[in-house]
């Protein structure tokens, strides 16, 4: 596959996501093991996880379990593998979401991922979402001091705007690595966020790329251009939308979720469909 960089580490240009694999829906856990084989299988060495990808209280982390099991049981070398993992976020149990981007919850939550994930250090560690009873440099000041004491590698940021991205790279002393937006033909309100990171060198990580897990099958029916394009190449109009951001910029690296096998060897080969001009105006206008 061919290469990004995210900080100083080398990636596949499309990682895989792992909530699809963790939250409610999720199957069994024999198929999402050969979900993560089979990325890694097709060069995937970016994956993208948190420690509120879970159902019920009693299992934070389940998908770091999942992702570190699945790396661990594969049969060929992963030293080469970055695994992102985030903290900030939780799940109550209830179904629902909550926040807590206090210095002291970020803290215990690294210790938790960095046991989970069975490493010293975490690769690239995201500070999930803005906490609104936090101020937003309390939150990054403790990822700063995580990445001083060398219990994260690489910092990152997920849901943030132009002026956080700002703040945040301030705070970390220019070392922001990357910032995890959602970005898809469905949601492109974070194409300002995207040129910031193209321009400041700051890999930009699209999160439900292909407009979520539950619509993420319909893309073709719900953008005809993507379909139009797609049935041009021959290809699913998943691995175009994939393919049109990947043409944004060098610094994207998107992140597609998956839960099948299939679903991740497709997405994996967006990086060799290449757009014509036409083709990517085209996009970009739909
Ligand atoms: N930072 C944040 O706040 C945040 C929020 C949401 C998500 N994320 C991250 O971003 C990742 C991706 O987002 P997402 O999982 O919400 O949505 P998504 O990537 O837009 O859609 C995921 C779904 O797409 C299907 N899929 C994947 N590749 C496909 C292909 N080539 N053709 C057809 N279908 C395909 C998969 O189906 P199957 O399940 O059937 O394989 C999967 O369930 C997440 O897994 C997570 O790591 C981060």
């Known amino acids: ?74 049969g060929g070398d992963t030293s080469g593998v970055l695994v992102a993992t985030k903290g900030g976020h939780l799940r109550p149990g209830d179904g629902s979401w909550t926040v807590d981007g206090s210095p002291a919850h970020l803290r215990e939550a690294v210790e938790g991922s960095l046991k989970r994930l069975g490493v010293d250090a975490i690769g690239l560690y995201q500070f999930h979402r803005p906490d609104p009873r936090i101020p937003y440099a309390e ?8 990445l001083d004491e060398g219990k994260i590698r690489l910092a990152g940021i997920s849901n943030a705007n132009v002026e956080q991205i700002r703040q945040a790279r301030q705070i970390l002393g220019g070392r922001l690595a990357a910032v995890q937006n959602q ?33 993420a099958g319909e893309l073709g029916d719900r953008f005809g251009e993507f379909a139009g394009v797609a049935a041009a190449h021959g290809v699913s109009p998943q691995r175009v939308a994939l393919a049109w951001m990947l043409a944004k910029s060098p610094h994207v690296v998107p992140i597609p979720g998956a839960s099948r096998p299939e679903s991740i060897i497709d997405s994996a080969r967006a990086p060799e469909l290449i757009l014509t001009g036409a083709e990517q105006a085209r996009l970009d206008a739909a």
Not at 46 to 63: C, I, P, R, S, W
Not at 139 to 146: H, Q
Not at 186 to 215: H, K, M, Q, T, V
């Open 1 to 74: 596959m061919k290469q990004r960089i995210i900080g100083n580490v080398q990636v596949g240009a499309v990682g895989l996501g792992g909530m699809p694999m963790s939250i409610e829906g999720r199957p069994e856990i024999d198929r999402s093991v050969r979900t993560v084989h089979a990325a890694l299988d097709a060069g995937v060495t970016l994956f993208d996880t948190a420690d509120a990808y879970h159902v019920h209280a009693d299992e934070v982390g389940h998908n770091e379990t999942l992702i570190a099991q699945a790396l661990a049981s594969w």
């Open 139 to 146: 939150s990054v000041g403790a990822v700063r001091d995580l």
């Open 183 to 215: 970005f898809s033909p469905a949601f492109r309100s974070s194409e300002p966020e995207l040129r910031l990171c193209d321009e400041l060198g700051i890999a930009f990580l699209p999160y439900s790329p292909l407009g979520g897990i539950a619509r």
